[in-house]
């Protein structure tokens, strides 16, 4: 049974989440998608087709049961449906994806890089972002590609080759922040990787730990 209060609760959430993606200029235009759980029922909330990041609103935010079944909505369902279902499916831990078409990250994920984690926030808060190549026929991952890399329950952040990105949480919030994490890393990464060529330097100290007490006790 779907909790009427809970659907509005987290679509005013997801709507809040949009709208932060499109203000930091993470996600213009109608492209990326996010969604959410419902803590009521084995059911999401999401994003439809063609809808922006900004105009998200209680009225277009589609409810999707973890079996497909779309409730009655007069939008197209998004083509990323099929594989935010299959994350929810896999990993009950994951209750919010955030996936945008950011243009740091996209950047380096057409480019075949993958993005280091090279401050002591990326090393704690992600740890590693796998690069997941374009599905087999060139077109873009589905849960086909995506899912595997998602078996990993330590994986949280992942990169879609000339695609985007993907952060996942156990709240909203949480996926939010990884999806801006995602971004400024990349911008960080492209400012040392070109600031490393000028001063003709090929390799810089990087952290091995995400934090001082991490550190401390490698050290005993
Ligand atoms: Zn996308």
Redesign the pocket.
């Known amino acids: 049974m779907l909790d009427p209060n809970d659907i509005e609760a987290k679509k005013d959430a997801l709507i809040w989440s949009a709208r932060r993606c499109f203000d930091l200029g993470l996600q213009t235009n109608a492209?990326?998608?996010l969604s959410v759980r419902l803590s009521s029922a084995e059911a999401i909330v999401i994003k439809p087709s063609g809808v922006g990041f900004a105009e998200c609103s209680r009225d277009n935010l589609q409810v999707v049961h973890l079996s497909g079944t779309i409730e009655p909505s007069s939008f197209k369902p998004s083509?990323?449906l099929d594989f935010h279902l299959d994350l929810y499916r896999i990993r009950p831990d994951i209750n919010a994806i955030v996936?945008?078409?950011s243009p740091w990250a996209t950047g380096f994920a057409s480019a075949g890089l993958e993005i280091p984690c090279l401050t002591v926030q990326t090393i704690e808060k992600i740890g590693r972002m796998p690069l997941i190549p374009l599905s087999e026929n060139g077109g873009?991952q589905t849960e086909v590609e995506i899912s595997p890399f998602f078996k990993d329950a330590s994986v949280r952040a992942a990169v879609?080759a000339n695609?985007?990105t993907i952060g996942v949480g156990k709240t909203l919030t949480e996926a939010q922040y990884l999806a801006e994490i995602i971004e400024e890393t990349a911008h960080i990464a492209f400012v040392r990787d070109t600031l490393l060529a000028a001063h003709g330097k090929t390799t810089a100290d990087l952290p091995r730990f995400g934090t001082a007490k991490d550190a401390r006790s490698a050290a005993k």
Do not use: A, R
Request: one cysteine or more; glycine letters at 24%; hydrophobic letters at 10%.
């Open positions: 492209g990326g998608n083509k990323d996936h945008c078409h873009p879609l695609h985007g």
